[in-house]
């Protein structure tokens, strides 16, 4: 039986390419927010990029949850001694203040603007054919569309009034399918 030392030895691999792992190792973070990247320093680490802008790296320190025997302050303390002691604390806590807090205003304007309020939800093709041919043969009777022969998947009442409550909702699919209703009562009225 070989010792712990025999066994816990490390190898050598061949089978990886060292300096290939180092580059992915030391490679920057991809940064899709326009105004941090902008102010990206590449020669600090993320930790302190985060710290200058005045975003935070970890939640936990920024927010700490207050510990039991900070809430239990002692009670032999004054006031005024305990006031100094708070004081000292946030000195401590205190580093060093953030020297682009502009990102963090940008940032804040962003979150500040309206959403896009446009649907952005499409129903695939197979979806809306079958949601026009059961409105246009049954209308608004879910329990027929259900006993139809065309309901493949064996949908309930329920799952097909949502799934036509759906595409109701889509003006850009829906506006399509009454504009094409209309134009076929027209032209069934002019013969």
Known sequence: MANKRTRNRKKFNYNVNRRKKWKKMTKQPTILCEQIKKNWDPKKTVKNNMKD????????????????KDVMKPKHLKESEQMDVDNQQMRKKKKTDPTKLHVVEELEDISKLPTNPKNTIRLSVPVVQRCVYMLDKYGEDYKAMARDKKNYYQETPKQIKQTINLFKKIPSQYNEYLKSKESNQEESMET
């Open 53 to 68: 802008m005045g975003l935070s790296y970890d939640p936990n320190e920024s927010v700490p949850m207050p510990k039991t």
